[in-house]
């Protein structure tokens, strides 16, 4: 499995390289950190100057304007004594003492409107300079806080990477071993010529790792050439897999590598349930029904029916099925004594228990009958008639579609019956059976296992797995505990 192991290596780093979001460089980001704050207080101390500039130059402008007025205020002064002067001695220009003041008068009120205009822009702009530095300011420690969380965030996905480096790390350190076995190995060799020392370990040694080499090369070939990948590919090419989960084609499947069913292993299990785990639950088609701190599913009518659940083969292409029903009497089933129009119908309640089959329409595969008791005696010869149709004495015929393949078995011990489950005897299991059904339990030492081989005939047909009865639930019903069902 080490090449999916790779492959999802390779996934999880393509992955990470397009996340924006994820730190390429942590120590830069640290150092990015330090040069945004330093800069920020540069700037704040730019702007402060600016103003401190604007104002200088607005109380220039200011004592400009004030010894303008000064100096015109003393021309006047001397114009006006000139031009007296000349009118009196007719040395005089000819312009008029009212006419030069009117000229300063408006000169005055000139360059008082320009210090006003002046005042008006700068004293503004003044202002909104020392609003931008107090908001420049808050900003700047704002963006201080806003930096520490970016590196508090940035510190927790290091760490992230640092973990996730760390399992890398790992998995190649595993990877690699072959790697300095084969160093080894070649210095063993080397440190032998001229010595007695036999080659032969080593060189099986050197034979092992090769073939691992190989069926790493070959598996990888296969697995991206292969679609979907079933368990017996995976055994084909790594016979050393055992039993487990496997990630393949973007899933996961449990392969039992061993031998079942009598049939060599990589086995593929597409139906599983457990109700002895309290964190499973009965498929949707199914009642839970709990007594004596047993789980069981059931049909939810109580009338006759058979309700479903199907397992998909995914597109694997199978020749075999393996698998086995664990389930619990309940009342009086009656196996397949049925005289009504569904006794001989595949898709109707033809038993009192479990039917298999495959594809649609229905293929029979294998069916799991409960009789009404283990035993049989003179005070209930009257009952034969509900017994397995494998019992002693049974009157009952096993229809043409479901030949033999089947299981009968009764869970009942006493001659009476009641509405309660019977969890005392498992049925299908091959054990606790009485004198009436001996045969029934020796009929396939497979048990409780059953299997289905169909030679060259492949398929990808669905399974379906139905408990079916031809009364109501509460009269007689199948309780399923546990299944697993394989193909391969």
Known sequence: MEVDDNKNLYEVEQEYDGKDDFPQQPIGSLQIHDTISSTGKKTLFVLLGVQAFI????????GINGVTLTHLNTVDMCDSTGASTGATTGTGVGTSNDDQKEQLNNMTAILLGLQDSVSSQLLPLARDQSNMSSNIYRMTQSSDAKLDMI???ADNRMMYLLNLTDSVYQILQTTSDTAYKLTDIVSSISTLQGTSISTSSITDDILVLVQELLGLQNASSIFNSIQPVSCKDIKAVLPNSPSGYYHVN???IYCNMDTLCNATEGWTRI???DMTDA???CPSAFTLYQQSGYRVCRRPSNSASCFSTSFSSNGISYNQICGKVTAYQYRAPDAIHNTGANHNDINGPYVDGVSITRGSPRQHVWTLMAGLFENTGSQINWANWANCPCAINSPQSVQPFVGSNYYCESGNPTYSYEQTLLYSDTLWDGQGCGTNEAAC???????????????TNFTTDFIELRICGDEGWLDEDVMVSQYEIYVK
Not at 444 to 455: E, I, S
């Open 55 to 62: 104002i200088l130059i607005l109380i220039i402008l200011l």
């Open 151 to 153: 590196q508090g965030d």
């Open 250 to 252: 973007s899933r996961t």
């Open 271 to 273: 139906g599983y349930l």
């Open 279 to 281: 964190t499973q639950n």
């Open 441 to 455: 339990c020796n009929a396939n030492p497979n048990m409780p296992w059953f299997h289905r081989d169909y030679g």
